[in-house]
């Protein structure tokens, strides 16, 4: 099951449009329920994950940069 058909059954299931009472019906839901929260934890999709972890390495990247020049700044002030 997509994220999205989850959020899709999850609507329907909020709106009382779905009957609870049968057991294939609710292990449907519960399964939405799943879905829904493995893909808010775990990001959607491969693309998700990867732009996170970019973001990261950038950011990383950059407060390195930044820690290094103010370390050579302050290195080259002595002499």
């Given at each position: 099951m997509?994220?999205?058909?989850?959020?899709?059954?999850r609507?329907?299931?909020?709106?009382?449009?779905?009957d609870?009472g049968?057991p294939?019906?609710?292990?449907v839901?519960?399964?939405?329920?799943?879905?829904s929260?493995?893909?808010?934890?775990y990001g959607?999709d491969?693309?998700?994950?990867?732009?996170t972890r970019?973001?990261?390495?950038?950011?990383?990247?950059?407060?390195?940069?930044?820690?290094g020049?103010?370390?050579?700044?302050?290195l080259l002030?002595t002499?």
């Amino acid at each position: 099951m997509t994220p999205e058909e989850a959020q899709r059954i999850r609507a329907q299931d909020a709106a009382g449009r779905l009957d609870r009472g049968d057991p294939e019906v609710r292990r449907v839901i519960e399964d939405a329920n799943r879905t829904s929260v493995r893909a808010h934890v775990y990001g959607r999709d491969a693309a998700a994950r990867r732009t996170t972890r970019t973001s990261l390495l950038v950011t990383t990247g950059a407060a390195a940069l930044f820690a290094g020049g103010l370390a050579l700044h302050f290195l080259l002030l002595t002499r």
